[in-house]
Each structure stands twice: as C-alpha cells, then as structure tokens.
C-alpha cells in the first residue's frame, strides 16, 4: 500500500539533484498524495519548491558540509518529519544523515527512510573522511537506498545499507516551444557543445585541452560550452592561454536549441550518475561523445556515443575528430541516439518507481521494527 504522506528533504544543490526532488514533488502531488519539502530556502528559491502546486515547502538551512547549526537542523527535522510524513525520501548524502539523526532508531514507528545518492564522494583529502561518516550512518540507517549508477550501489553495499536499488532519474519533458536562437557558429564552422556546472567534475578543462588539436582542421570548430559556476573565469583564462576559439554563454534555459544547432554533443565528466543534460542530447539525437564514468554508459548503451577514458584529452580529441571528419559515423550516432532515446524513463515512470519504492520502504520499515 501505498504511503499518504511523502517528506522530501533536499540539500544545497544548484543541478540536477533539485530537479529531480522538483519532479518527484509535483508528480506526488498530482497523484493526491500529502507532499511536504524541507531544505535550504535557496533551494526552494531555485527550484520553485517554495510556489510549487500542492506542496508545503518548510526551509531548513544546512550546507554540503557540517556545519554548528546542523544541530538545529536535526532537532527540526526531528520535530516535523515525525508530524508530516509516513515516508521521507532524503536526497543526497548530506540530507539523508541528517535525516536519519533526526528519525532516529528503536521501535518507535516513525516514517520510513528513503535515501537516493546522486553524487561520487569528494576527492579532496579533508572531506573523504566526513563523507564517508555520512554514507555509513545514511546506508546503515535507511530502509531502501537508491543510487544513480552501479559503482554507487556497490558503494552504499560496502557501507552497510541492507536493500539498495537503481534510482530513475529522467531528465524534464521538454515543451515544444523552445527558445532560440543558438549562438552562432559562424557561417560553416561545426559547434561543439558541451553544458553544465563549470566545476571540476565536470571536465570543461580536458574539453579545452582537447580542442588544441582541432585548430588545424578546416573548417576549426567552434567550442561553446553553456553553464555557469566557480571555474567560469578560469576556464575563460584557460581557453585564451591555449589559443582555443571557445565561447561561455553562460547559464541558457534553451540547450534543446543548442543541442539541435551542435556538430557533436562532448560530456567530458570526470564522473556523472545520470545526469539529465546527457538525456536531452540523446532525445535531440545529436552524436555524442562522452566519458565511460559513473552511469553514463548505462545510460548511452551500445553504439549510442563514442565513450572514451575520463580525464583523457588525446582521447577525447581524436573521438571528436572521427565524428566531425565521417559524415557516416555520425549519422549512425545519431540513428542511434534517437533509438536510445526512445526508451529512456518518462517523468511519469520515476514518480510510479518512486512510489513503488515508498511502499517496498514502509514494508522493510515495519519488518525491521518487529525484528527489533
């Protein structure tokens, strides 16, 4: 059966993450379910959790690293979750400890815990050992994981969570009407597209390494790479050092146009899930040349893109080159591309999976309860 009432808690994002909480909400909420959202009043800014239809949205300010004022965010987590909930479904690491500190243990039968882990752990050698904290306590103490990608799963595995499964995470429906116009490419200048946060997960600095090389092609594609973040200034910097035609338009709300305009779509990512702009690009059946990191094979299957080694800028540079210098190698990709599109998750699909899950959490829940 399946639960009324879903509290949703969501951290500090600025992506994909709060998309996908946004979807979740709405869908439940359209299926006359009680939908409440605790997180960052940014967040609810951002994402319009704050004037979403059918959802209370509660701000609880927490950061993506612990801070004092954690304590406070769990003693009110605490306090409505109990009152708001039958299941709570926490989203990312960070959310999902601090929901489980505030639900608790015992046999108390408070909400069941959901947990999807959207992001690979940090590199830095500070906040490994914190996050590794987080997982241990979000695996151990939730009824049902969900992961975006299988190295995810094998992960929250290792860290003692008891069922874990693949989350679905589609990317929005895009409305017929899309904005337009691309930036121009020049008058037959192939663009290479590539859009997202401009941090370092994302790879923008191999794509810059890697388009060196294309400066002797004729004609020289144009890069533009969409998105907006910290490493913007610098990633301009590094485009001038290495002499490479590059433009950053920033933050645009019509990639589908900029997808539909591209030569090749590149995800250069050092590691992604499932991550929503790879998605658009297969739905726009543009060629595609991304990384073999994280669940973006999963996600292209066999033949929809040319996936080379992350971090890899010869690489990189040579798949690109095939795509634009072989006029068949690229209409296969794109063949193949739509093909794949065809049988990606609707938003419709993730709120019955999502539901789905809630139900199999409250079961788990109940059972463990009994055992204790």
């Known amino acids: 059966m399946t639960p009324e009432r879903i509290a949703f808690v969501v951290g500090t994002t600025a992506g994909g993450t709060g998309t996908h909480v946004t979807m979740l909400a709405a869908g439940c909420a359209a299926r006359g379910l009680t939908v409440s959202v605790f997180g960052p009043a940014e967040v609810g800014r951002r994402f319009g959790l704050a004037s979403l239809s059918g959802v209370a949205f509660t701000p609880v300010e927490f950061a993506d690293r612990p801070r004092p004022g954690d304590a406070v965010a769990v003693r009110c987590l605490r306090r409505w979750l109990r009152s708001s909930a039958d299941v709570v479904h926490a989203h990312g690491v960070r959310a999902a400890a601090l929901s489980a500190l505030a639900l608790g243990r015992g046999r108390d039968p408070g909400p069941a815990l959901v947990v999807t882990v959207h992001n690979a752990p940090p590199s830095g050698a500070l906040a490994a050992p914190i996050y590794r904290r987080l997982v241990r306590i979000a695996a151990r103490r939730a009824d049902l994981v969900l992961c975006v990608s299988a190295d995810l799963e094998e992960r929250m595995r290792k860290a003692g969570a ?118 658009e690009a297969l739905r726009a059946g543009v060629p595609i040349v991304a990384s073999r990191a994280g669940g973006i094979p999963d996600l292209t299957g066999n033949g929809a893109a040319l996936l080379v080694p992350p971090g890899n800028p010869v690489g990189l540079a040579n798949a690109v080159r095939l795509v634009l210098e072989d006029p068949a190698l690229a209409a296969r990709l794109r063949e193949a591309a739509a093909k794949r599109a065809a049988a990606l998750p609707t938003e419709d699909d993730a709120v019955t999976a999502a539901l789905e899950s809630y139900a199999a959490a409250g079961k788990l829940a109940t059972a463990a309860r009994r055992r204790s």
């Open 162 to 279: 008891r069922r874990v499964a693949r989350a679905v995470v589609p990317a929005p429906a895009v409305s017929a009407a899309t904005p337009s116009p691309a930036p121009a490419a020049g008058s037959a200048r192939p663009m290479v597209f590539a859009a997202g946060r401009l941090v370092t997960q994302k790879g923008f600095g191999t794509l810059l390494e890697a388009a060196v090389s294309w400066r002797t092609m004729t004609p020289e594609p144009l890069v533009v790479i969409a998105g907006d973040g910290p490493l913007s200034v610098s990633l301009q910097s590094r485009a001038v050092s290495l002499g490479v035609d590059a433009r950053f338009p920033g933050h645009r709300d019509d990639v589908p146009a900029l997808l539909a305009a591209a030569a090749v779509f590149v995800l250069p990512s050092l590691w992604e899930g499932q991550p929503l702009v790879l998605q």
